[in-house]
């Protein structure tokens, strides 16, 4: 029995195989139009209805095979789920039976999986733009379909568009089709969850970057991001090394607008990336890494539903971290780890420590997925595996068995009880009874449904974490002085980007600087006006935690050229927890909120209005 509690699909009953897209992209009136195909298979015998998820979609018409025509209903709206599409069958189906249904649909203004940009909003500033984001459940707010992870499909696409159209597929052509329309096709010959369907158009011009990497962008900015993710080649090549042969032919990268709400999206073929990562010292590219991780560990191998969320995102964290470990250097890995671990603390108080969605594997019956949505799958679910690989006697042992999980389950969804059992009999048969006795030791309660910071608490190596703490240690000793001599622009001289971000960190640890500490440590450093987005952020939020109100017109100017939740969602929170910011950001947001992805507006809009 599959099980999902975010979806209204019947997905014991039927199950799709295929999928074929057949939409215009239309510009004008801002909407996607045209029809699904879907190749469905009974599973169980006397199936006499299909129902889907759908979101918002204006559904038309649903035809059996090529001309049947069938009745739909639609539930009401759930603002969690969307809204079940009930369509009957004219005969009831038996076990095995294989079938087609043609929904025709277009997109409306409220679906929360589509964002169309005007061209004020792109860098270019002379097209309008389009893209989608279906993880975790908006997949249904782009196409009505069984909308959940527990199952995969192939897809193809038929795409009508005045400017490019790139998907998560591999592109198989594009022509001319008058009006100005172009049209491109596409074909995913591996199975994906219907998360992974992607689909971008606008004026986006290609840089191949490495022998399977395109990056895409609007022309304005593609030097620049052909520049800082050069190193995409490695990335994908220690993966291999690491796992498996990479399945998916092309590993490109979109660099999308601004308001892009996520840091990356692991789209197959077409990794979506922030232009906050354009930091032009390569030192953001860890994103490229994680998403390139995801090759293996959540496109391949994918959490059954999202109460799993951590098969994909913890995987992914520890990968990443494998990989840059190689790349970068073992110290360099530990200091992201070190990093992450602070990430998970934040987390954790922000939703509270007994807060049962601080579970690993959190009960979703009745939750939305993205108010769900934290550092704990990832960082909890690092720390768990990071655990799991020491006490069963390091690398040597489990980089092995790494590659056997990806093997035995590329191409399925998987359960936190599936990934359980097979790491006991890899272990078991591989490594004798006593790694089994090992792992039985393990406090599964505890780490797998306790709310809150892990049971235990991994030791990560120093080296370039003492400096930024130490600093840290001296400015908060120094708090009360009036005068800073003691302090130099040489402090932080030979830090990097990411030391520096963790220095802010550290200091925001202690209780709020005084206003004249706050402003002696920008004079100094020049925080205020460093443009890599890590440490803009981290400043930001420590002089909010301050109430330094200089900040406040730097923070609006932040929050407003970018729509990444995880700047903009702290700052936002932040600001409007200060006592003379807490208008400022209400209204701030309200006159911008049309810039915001749908998914990012709703969130920010639930944190302060
Ligand atoms: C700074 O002053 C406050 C209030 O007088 C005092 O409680 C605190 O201990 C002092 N901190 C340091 C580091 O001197
Ligand atoms: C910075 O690094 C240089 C070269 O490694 C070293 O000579 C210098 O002492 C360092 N400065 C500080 C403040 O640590
Ligand atoms: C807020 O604004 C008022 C009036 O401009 C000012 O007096 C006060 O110092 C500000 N700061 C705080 C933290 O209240
Ligand atoms: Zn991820």
Redesign the pocket.
């Known amino acids: 029995m599959l099980y999902d509690p975010s979806s209204y699909a019947n997905i014991n009953d039927v199950q799709t195989t295929h999928l074929h897209l057949d939409l215009t992209v239309d510009f004008t009136k801002k909407v996607l139009s045209g029809s699904v195909t879907l190749d469905l298979v009974a599973v169980v015998s006397d199936v006499s209805n299909v129902i889907l998820d759908t979101r918002h979609v204006d559904v038309r018409s649903v035809h059996y095979g090529t001309n049947t025509s069938l009745k739909f209903s639609l539930d009401p709206d759930d603002e969690r789920f969307g809204s079940a599409l009930r369509i009957a069958l004219p005969s009831s189906l038996q076990t095995g039976t294989k079938f087609k249904l043609t929904i025709g649909y277009q997109t409306t203004s409220a679906c929360t999986a589509v964002q169309w940009l005007e061209p004020s909003q792109t860098v270019g500033k002379k097209f309008p733009y389009l893209f989608t984001q279906c993880q975790a459940i908006h997949a249904r707010s782009l196409v009505p379909c069984q909308d959940s992870p527990s199952l995969k499909v192939t897809y193809s696409a038929t795409i009508r568009s005045h400017y490019r159209a790139l998907m998560s597929a591999i592109g198989t052509g594009e022509s001319e089709a008058g009006d100005g329309y172009k049209v491109y096709t596409f074909e995913q010959k591996t199975k994906i969850p219907s998360y992974l369907l992607a689909l971008a158009a606008g004026n986006l011009v290609g840089r191949q970057i490495g022998p399977r990497s395109t990056v895409w962008t609007e022309p304005e900015v593609i030097e620049s991001a052909a520049w800082e993710f050069a190193d995409t080649e490695k990335f994908v090549a220690t993966g291999e090394n690491l796992l498996t042969p990479y399945e998916w032919r092309k590993y490109d990268l979109l660099v999308l607008p601004p308001s892009f709400p996520y840091g990356g999206m692991e789209n197959p073929c077409l990794t979506y990336v922030t232009p906050t990562l354009l930091a032009g010292d390569r030192s953001l590219v860890d994103v490229v890494a994680h998403e390139i991780s995801h090759s293996w560990t959540g496109n391949l191998v994918t959490n059954a539903n999202w109460e799993h969320m951590w098969l994909n995102e913890g995987w992914t964290v520890f990968v990443e971290r494998k990989i840059v470990g190689r790349v970068e250097g073992e110290a360099y890995k530990q200091f992201r780890s070190i990093i992450g671990w602070r990430e998970l603390e934040d987390s954790i108080k922000q939703f509270g420590s007994s807060n049962p969605l601080t579970a690993l594997t959190p009960n979703l019956k009745g939750v939305d997925p993205d108010d769900s949505f934290s550092s704990v799958p990832y960082e909890k679910g690092f720390n768990f595996l990071y655990y799991i690989e020491h006490i069963v006697g390091g690398p040597k042992y489990f980089e092995p068995y790494m590659k056997a999980h990806v093997e035995n389950f590329a191409g399925k969804s998987i359960t936190t009880d599936d990934w359980k059992a097979f790491l006991f009999s890899f272990m078991e048969n591989n490594y004798g009874a006593e790694k089994r006795a090992v792992l039985e030791k393990i406090d599964w309660e505890a780490w797998l449904h306790a709310p809150g910071l892990p049971p235990v608490r991994n030791e990560f190596d120093q080296t370039l974490a003492k400096a930024c703490s130490e600093l840290a240690e001296r400015w908060d000793a120094a708090r009360n002085k009036t005068t800073f001599e003691e302090f130099s622009p040489d402090d932080v001289k030979n830090f990097s980007s990411l030391q520096k971000v963790v220095f802010i960190q550290r200091l925001s640890e202690y209780p709020p600087l005084p206003q004249n500490a706050i402003r002696e440590l920008d004079r100094l450093y020049q925080l205020t006006s460093i443009v890599n987005s890590e440490i803009r952020f981290r400043w930001q939020e420590l002089c909010l935690l301050a109430?330094y109100?200089p900040i406040f017109p730097h923070v609006v100017k932040f929050v407003t050229e970018q729509g990444r939740m995880k700047f903009v969602r702290p700052l936002y929170r932040l600001l409007n927890r200060c006592?003379?910011g807490s208008e400022l950001a209400k209204k701030t947001f309200r006159e911008h909120r049309s810039f915001y992805h749908p998914i990012a507006a709703g969130m920010i809009s639930k944190d302060i209005l």
């Open positions: 109430e109100e006592k003379n």
